[in-house]
């Protein structure tokens, strides 16, 4: 089955606890993974493309990596700003033949002061 | 102003209305997309657009038409709306398999 999988579904951070947010995927043919943060009564917003194992992408105090079958999304002394829904999203071809885009269930995040 | 608009932000309405949502983009992309989002799932692709004359359904498109009127328009309808169309709607738009880039969504209820 086509799966893409985040964890935690919700995770609760004190200001500058670093931690990291987990995109598992099952998918025959990566073409690519995306990162999107998503706040309160928005869209999602574009964070991070990534397209092979290795790969890993900085921005502020968020670092993206990738290998075969899971990407992480880190961050590193996360500030009360940072405090939104995680998005990704996996570009492949997904079982059937399929070129697909499948988005994972998010995860939220909460920082505190 | 916002590159990708999506009116109305919210809307409530009830069950066997017809109902139109809207979305205009000033990207210049040639692909435009619908999704909803409902609580712990993830964004479910309903129909898409890789230009004018292209329509092709998604993985939820039961219940749901669309229409490009436009390069830079894409409108999703609900026939005949039923309560568990009640999600939020949003309306994306990309150039070829680049990033995806949302709008702010649509509310929509079903009483």
């Known amino acids: 089955e086509d799966q893409v999988t985040q964890s935690p579904e919700a995770l609760r951070l004190q200001e500058g606890e670093s931690s990291s947010l987990n995109c598992s995927y099952t998918?025959?043919?990566?073409?690519?993974l995306f990162w999107y943060r998503q706040d309160p009564g928005k869209g999602p917003e574009f964070l991070f493309t990534?397209?092979?194992a290795g790969e890993e992408k900085e921005k502020e105090r968020l670092k993206a990596t990738l290998t075969k079958k899971e990407s992480f999304l880190h961050i590193t002394a996360p500030k009360p700003e940072d405090s939104a829904t995680y998005l990704c999203?996996?570009?492949?071809?997904?079982?059937?033949?399929?070129?697909?885009?499948?988005f994972g269930a998010g995860t939220r995040l909460a920082v505190h002061p | 102003d916002a590159d990708v608009t999506q009116t109305p932000r919210n809307r409530i309405t009830k069950t066997g209305k017809r109902i139109m949502l809207e979305c205009s983009q000033t990207?210049?992309?040639?692909?435009m997309y619908w999704y909803r989002q409902d609580p712990g799932l993830g964004l479910r692709l309903i129909y898409y657009?890789?230009?004018?004359?292209?329509?092709n359904k998604g993985e939820i498109s039961d219940g749901y038409s669309v229409s490009r009127q436009a390069q830079a328009k894409f409108s999703l309808s609900l026939e005949s709306a039923i309560p568990n169309q009640t999600a939020l709607y949003f309306c994306?738009?990309?150039?070829?398999?680049?990033?995806?880039?949302f709008g702010d969504g649509t509310r929509l209820s079903i009483l």
């Open positions: 657009s890789f230009d004018v004359k292209d329509i």
């Open positions: 998918v025959s043919g990566l073409r690519g």
């Open positions: 999203a996996v570009h492949g071809w997904f079982s059937g033949g399929y070129n697909k885009l499948i």
């Open positions: 994306a738009t990309s150039d070829r398999d680049q990033p995806q880039h």
């Open positions: 990534l397209y092979s």
């Open positions: 990207k210049g992309h040639d692909r």
